[in-house]
């Protein structure tokens, strides 16, 4: 393995866990009952559902607006239960969502102390996410992690989603290295990990249990995995002297 001259990380399920915006799942749907005239336990089974079915279609793109694929979902939602919800009460919805994800972030085990060795180390920090700006800057704050990362950059910024190769060469760029050269760490073993990969970089995936509406993906058999990031840092300690190792174990 090359020396690791940059290490690039995912955000949402990455740099903070899920756990307490998936405790809000209920809430949501409860919103969501109101606004439409619905059943609470009704609504949100619909809206799981018309989550998942944008999450599905929209995936496959090379490039697309959350804002977009959240409004899709809500809409599934409220048709599959036979209600009507006017575009500007979808719209004040969605960015209620999205300040939801912003206000339940809880940042992870180690998160500033592991940025600020790897920039000691003179190793590129990245953050690179699929987000829309207007979720991708309420996370950095809520975070409070900007100035520890030498670049950052999002999926509306650069008009391409994870897995699509052209994303992370973007990431690439920004820290000018070669692939071979640099790990990208994310929970998602499709779009982060397989989509990392394919490019040939490094991909470690970090676990993440909570329960959201879109599919990750399994992971493989044989993949890196870490429970928090500061195993991160032994892997590179590792990758160091030579002895680092592929498999599906925790480092």
């Given at each position: 393995?090359?020396?690791?001259?940059?290490?690039?990380?995912?955000?949402?399920?990455?740099?903070?866990?899920?756990?307490?915006?998936?405790?809000?799942?209920?809430?949501?749907?409860?919103?969501?009952?109101?606004?439409?005239?619905?059943?609470?336990?009704?609504?949100?089974?619909?809206?799981?559902?018309?989550?998942?079915?944008a999450g599905r279609e929209f995936s496959g793109?090379?490039?697309?607006?959350h804002r977009d694929m959240f409004t899709a979902?809500?809409?599934?939602?409220?048709?599959?239960?036979?209600?009507?919800?006017?575009?500007?009460?979808?719209?004040?919805?969605?960015?209620?969502?999205?300040?939801?994800?912003?206000?339940?972030?809880?940042?992870?085990?180690?998160?500033?102390?592991?940025?600020?060795?790897?920039?000691?180390?003179?190793?590129?920090?990245?953050?690179?996410?699929?987000?829309?700006?207007?979720?991708?800057?309420?996370?950095?704050?809520?975070?409070?992690?900007?100035?520890?990362?030498?670049?950052?950059?999002?999926?509306?910024?650069?008009?391409?989603?994870?897995?699509?190769?052209?994303?992370?060469?973007?990431?690439?760029?920004?820290?000018?290295?070669?692939?071979?050269?640099?790990?990208?760490?994310?929970?998602?073993?499709?779009?982060?990990?397989?989509?990392?990969?394919?490019?040939?970089?490094?991909?470690?995936?970090?676990?993440?249990?909570?329960?959201?509406?879109?599919?990750?993906?399994?992971?493989?058999?044989?993949?890196?995995?870490?429970?928090?990031?500061?195993?991160?840092?032994?892997?590179?300690?590792?990758?160091?002297?030579?002895?680092?190792?592929?498999?599906?174990?925790?480092?």
């Amino acid at each position: 393995m090359e020396t690791i001259r940059a290490v690039f990380f995912d955000f949402g399920g990455t740099l903070f866990t899920y756990e307490l915006l998936a405790a809000t799942h209920r809430s949501t749907g409860s919103r969501l009952a109101v606004l439409i005239g619905a059943n609470a336990d009704q609504a949100t089974d619909a809206y799981s559902s018309g989550m998942a079915r944008a999450g599905r279609e929209f995936s496959g793109k090379s490039y697309y607006l959350h804002r977009d694929m959240f409004t899709a979902g809500v809409n599934y939602a409220v048709q599959s239960l036979g209600k009507q919800l006017d575009e500007q009460s979808v719209y004040d919805f969605v960015t209620w969502l999205n300040r939801t994800i912003t206000d339940n972030i809880v940042p992870r085990k180690g998160l500033s102390e592991v940025l600020i060795e790897l920039r000691r180390r003179n190793i590129h920090v990245g953050g690179a996410s699929n987000a829309d700006i207007e979720q991708f800057e309420p996370m950095l704050e809520a975070l409070e992690v900007r100035p520890l990362f030498d670049s950052l950059m999002c999926s509306e910024q650069v008009k391409f989603c994870k897995p699509h190769a052209k994303f992370f060469y973007h990431a690439l760029d920004q820290a000018g290295c070669e692939a071979a050269e640099a790990i990208y760490v994310g929970d998602t073993p499709i779009a982060d990990i397989e989509g990392a990969e394919r490019v040939g970089m490094h991909a470690i995936l970090i676990e993440e249990n909570s329960n959201i509406v879109f599919d990750r993906g399994s992971p493989r058999d044989d993949q890196q995995m870490i429970k928090e990031l500061p195993e991160l840092l032994t892997y590179l300690d590792q990758i160091d002297a030579g002895i680092a190792s592929q498999g599906r174990k925790q480092t």
